[in-house]
């Protein structure tokens, strides 16, 4: 990333206080800082907090910024939070767009879908090949080094 991100996240951090946050609510793992709302050790997820309020989990978001173009989607809390986020590390020309530029605009757009991408690609199925990893050091642990061999019928090789 950049300077400015790493300014941002120091001061989340510093503002949840503590370098290891985590929502407190039962069975959530969110742990982005940006994510997340209160105080260490009574952190909960923007989403749980809403919950507790009766808010929705679900808010509108604008992909190329408000300024550029009103549409929006909806996106879960938490997420939409870490997009908001990303979207201030973007050039403030191009968020803000005071002229209007249509080039501008494309690239907002552009910018936006990209950030969509990172966050299914990090936050939806980033966390499967650590699991995958884990689950194969806990099947050695078990079974042995080959310990696909144990389970050849599954595979339909008997």
Known sequence: MDDRFELRLEERLRELGTLTPHCTWP???ETSPFALTGVHPDIRCYEHHGELAGRLWLEAHHPAGRHNDPSTAPVPGN???VLSERQLLWPQETLRNP???P???AAAWIRGWLDILWLILVRGVGWIPVFLEELDAWLREQFGPR??????SWRGDD
């Not at 310990?147 to 050849?152: A, L, R, T």
């Open 27 to 29: 069975g959530c793992g």
């Open 79 to 81: 997420e939409h939070r």
């Open 99 to 101: 002229d209007g530029s």
């Open 103 to 105: 080039l501008l605009r």
């Open 147 to 152: 310990w696909w061999d144990e389970f050849s």
